[in-house]
């Protein structure tokens, strides 16, 4: 990372492969969740992140101190993925990140009014041309799985608030720390969830055993989540939050292929109208931001 130049361009090119590797999370998850409820799929995940992370932190003696920025993260995380993880139960993976795509608009407005990033005219259009693909993706959805829709949408504003949070810690550095942080953090959570939800037998946080097969998801999502998650909070390091929100489109056009290839989930016309706008609205920034630090250099 360190070769990488600090630049909003870097930012965003690592924004882009981070969007486009991380449906494979959902892909470990959606397999999961045949077989073991969605709280402990995600409680496995976070899990395994953090022992990919820590021979990390060791090597590279960035322990950090862990704060209450890193404990409400980690709350948020693990709420995001709770919500994601019990929509994907049900739900095939295009159509849950699609409803889930209403995030960038939130994380956009909060960078702006919290943050005081600036929020141009052209930046809030391609945001808002890609809320448009959303909704001509999500139009069926509600009445095809009924309350099962709205756990994206519980997704989307929890991980806007994470995204939030993890701008303002990355300008204080320890970039490697903060995501190990975070996970022990949203670990705790999920363990003390399960728990109660084991004693209560509350069906979506129980946890239960599990063989070779589960563990090998786990250990999947979790390195799956250690990379694209080390993407994004160096993208976030060097460009704004409002600028790289409308990348996370992106995840669509991966989830879509894994859900056709996995799963036979063949989106329709619309879906792919809908698709298509998405990814256009992220090509546009891109492009814009590229164009944008090209000025900056010759000036």
Known sequence: MRAIPDTPTAGVTLMTVAMLIAPFMDLFAKLLTETVSPGQATLGRFVAQSVVLLPMVLVFGQWG?????????GVLLAMALLAINSALKVMPIANALAIFFVEPLILTLLSAYIL??????????????????VLIVLRPNVDAFGWAAAWPLVTAVCFACYLLITRVMTRRGGRLALQFWTGIFALVTMAMAGLIGTALGIEGITLGPMGWREAGLMAAMGLTAAVSHQLLVHAFARAEAGALAPLQYLEILSGTLIGLFVFGDFPDALTWVGTAIIVAAGIYVFQRERRLARQARMA
């Open 65 to 73: 101190r862990p704060g209450r920025l890193h404990a409400l993260a």
């Open 116 to 133: 005081g990033e600036g929020l141009g005219w052209r930046r809030l259009s391609a945001v808002l041309a890609g809320l448009v693909g």
